[in-house]
């Protein structure tokens, strides 16, 4: 079992900057990839960012490159996703999610965090 705690969520104007972070417990952190997903009202879940487990390789969905920036310190079971430049459509809950190799895919992920609420006003 694996528990994922995210946060660093909240209230931030256009062309802002947020940080989120997400801690894990119970696995062994450094051997396992790591993925943020968001989902906004009305849709459906979405590939935001992920990284391998050596932080090594990243990948990062078209919407979001150049403004994202997914990290991870192994010495603290922690992921981050950098976000800067945000826009509205940014607004969503921000999941992180692990599985053991890196993916783009949200249903190959076995563990999932409770997410938290990035809102980005106009």
């Known amino acids: 079992q694996v528990q994922l705690v995210e946060s660093g969520g909240g209230l931030v104007q256009a062309g802002g900057s947020l940080r989120l972070s997400c801690a894990a417990s119970g696995r062994t952190f450094n051997t396992y990839a790591m993925g943020w997903f968001r989902q906004a009202p009305g849709k459906e879940r979405e590939f935001v960012a992920a990284i391998s487990w050596s932080g090594g390789l990243t990948y990062y969905a078209d919407s979001v490159k150049g403004r994202f920036t997914i990290s991870r310190d192994n010495a603290k079971n922690t992921v981050y996703l950098q976000m800067a430049s945000l826009k509205p459509e940014d607004t969503a809950v921000y999941y992180c999610?692990?599985?053991?190799?890196?993916?783009?895919?949200?249903?190959?992920?076995?563990?999932w965090g409770q997410g938290t609420q990035v809102t980005v006003s106009s």
């Open positions: 999610a692990i599985r053991p190799f890196l993916s783009r895919l949200d249903y190959e992920y076995e563990y």
